[in-house]
DNA sequence: GTGAAAGCGCTAACAC
DNA sequence: GTGTTAGCGCTTTCAC
């Protein structure tokens, strides 16, 4: 048996010092009706003085439920649309006595190592997935658990249980639409610099979405100008945040180089997200041209790094997102159907002072 | 006995299918030694064959070591100091096989209530705490406790069994040497507008660092001006991201008000973190003030929101304190003593383009 | 309303 | 090297 350092105080021992069942004890302590009155109180009163509390890990073995959701999440728990959908997550969840316990997959190995350790054992109640793209195979595999799974952002609910979302394509429409409506002849789509998780799906869901739109605004080919990822650029370990903000900001240089050497130069441009786009904004700045009076810039998610720049944004509410996830999982978790499985979220144009209409 | 909803496939079954017994599959799965190769192949196959992974939870309870850490933070988590900070211990612990499992606290009773949760059980194998004032009581609470306490920009080190930190007193010490050397003959420190955690220790201490400093430097009271915080204005709930952010506006438009109103108008300020002095910045800007030209501002952290507009400020680096706890968390979990129970991280005064000699 | 007892799925002596 | 066995601390039938 293993060697017991402390003796802990158990349930027994508030049986014992109560006077009652252990079973009463649990049933006492937990708020359970059938418990007479006065008994509680004394049970209640014998843990206070043992300072008796649960321990979780027997709880969960015992009663076959965790009492812990798992947040996969395809990058830095730091980014703003995964910090703001956790704290949504976690708001909802913690209420209802939940642990929420992130899990960052970097690559390939981190996700099937996660995958592995689901089936046949009750570790988690319920998983919750943000902006993850899986391939055929995983998501078969989400079917094979009996878990509910929900996903944030996810681009297909195939193997979910439920999922709220954005809309990320009508976004863009909209975009491409407000764009044209400015009067800019030449637009382009920058993707984020750099990708350092391969699960990363919003970036290939809005240029398609942006492509699109482009199309069905008539604009043709040699005006529509697209600057990829450099995917898995920080492959080796970044060392630190510093560091890795500096090669961001090579990347946006580089960016910015492509966008002046256009031979069709856009004057309506859209980036990924606003921490990129307000970098962008200021590199363009500083080679010269003149924004929104020449050129118009749009960035995406209402990131508040945009407020400071006035930037002109697609806004959604992660933390909104988070929380509606976090209850459809509850509800779940209950054995209910949610009100409904798949939830498409409202984004919002929101217009600042980097687009205007072209004067020229 | 519970009901079994499904018959899950536990160690006992992977025994029988390899035709050994079940410690010989745990050991076999775990990789320890003193398993003939031959076995442990068969068990593995037999493990694969039946999709058997271990249940956390009954491991945890067995051996007695919950292979989870706590982390609390006083405020959101989605902060730039939290986030990164998680995101260091994250990156070290998930390393090692741990859970981290963070816990926001917003108000007195949940401190309470997750001290409480702590005591007799093993729910985790160490506790890592951020930013926060403990009351005495607390303290002395935590030396009651059996495992590991390790703080992270906490103001005194009793009650934990290890720390890191940055040195705020000696970083104010060189904000206000640089305002003195700059010429700034009246200045003014600026905390964080609206403070909805009781538990966030920065401002109290980075205040008593600038008053300290500016007084050794020797500027009088008259020269002296300080803006507090509205502690706990947000106490009723906020509904989402947008709204607080009005609230935060409002107050730093009030602020802006109260430096313009100033008997003794300060040139030299130092706001408590990057994110309010960026705000402020454009407030005060708007306002007409010429910044650098007329008035230096000074902001705290290195958030990268403050690279946007090229904000002078004091570095740290959460990440590595983070990584840095992990790994005192680490060393205590092993019975070890860490090489250094507490230590200093350093901070570095980024000068930039909000900050300049007065030529008045 | 309360108690007895059988597990939950695993680990860790200990014996062989 | 491998098997046997006694728990880890709780929950949950079931009987009273």
């Not at 812990?68 to 956790?86: D, G, H, K, M, Q």
């Not at 055929?136 to 709220?164: C, H, K, Y």
């Not at 309506?268 to 500083?286: F, H, T």
Request: aromatic share 6%.
């Amino acid at each position: 048996m293993p060697g017991q350092q402390t003796a802990r105080t158990t349930i027994a021992d508030v049986a014992k010092e109560a006077g009652v069942s252990v079973s009463t004890v649990s049933r006492a302590l937990r708020g359970l009706d059938k418990v007479n009155p006065d008994t509680r109180a004394r049970v209640e009163a014998a843990a206070e003085k043992l300072r008796f509390t649960f321990s979780k890990t027997a709880s969960s073995l015992a009663s076959g439920k965790s009492m812990r959701v798992a947040v996969l999440l395809p990058n830095e728990i730091n980014s703003w649309f995964n910090s703001y959908t956790f704290e949504g997550v976690y708001e909802v969840l913690s209420r209802e006595g939940y642990d929420v316990v992130p899990y960052v997959m970097w690559e390939e190995r981190d996700l099937n190592r996660f995958f592995h350790t689901l089936p046949g054992t009750q570790n988690f109640d319920a998983v919750i997935v943000t902006s993850f793209i899986l391939d055929a195979a995983q998501r078969e595999f989400l079917d094979t658990l009996t878990i509910p799974m929900i996903g944030i952002n996810v681009p297909s609910t195939e193997g979910f249980d439920a999922s709220v979302r954005i809309d990320d394509v009508a976004a863009m429409h909209g975009v491409v639409r407000l764009l044209r409506s400015l009067g800019h002849e030449s637009i382009a789509y920058v993707e984020q610099p750099v990708q350092l998780s391969p699960f990363v799906c919003s970036d290939s869901v809005r240029l398609e979405g942006f492509l699109d739109a482009a199309e069905q605004q008539g604009y043709d080919e040699e005006h529509i100008l697209t600057i990829p990822s450099l995917t898995r650029a920080g492959s080796e370990d970044d060392d630190d945040a510093q560091e890795s903000v500096g090669g961001e900001a090579a990347a946006i240089s580089d960016i910015a180089a492509q966008l002046v050497g256009a031979t069709s130069q856009p004057t309506g441009i859209c980036v990924e997200n606003d921490r990129c786009a307000v970098m962008l904004l200021k590199e363009l700045r500083r080679l010269g041209w003149r924004i929104p009076e020449e050129v118009s810039l749009i960035g995406f998610d209402g990131d508040n790094v945009g407020d400071v720049v006035d930037l002109t944004t697609v806004r959604q509410n992660p933390v909104q997102l988070g929380r509606a996830a976090a209850g459809k999982a509850l509800a779940l978790m209950r054995g209910d159907e949610p009100d409904e499985a798949h939830t498409v979220a409202p984004t919002s144009l929101l217009m600042r002072a980097t687009t205007a209409r072209l004067t020229a």
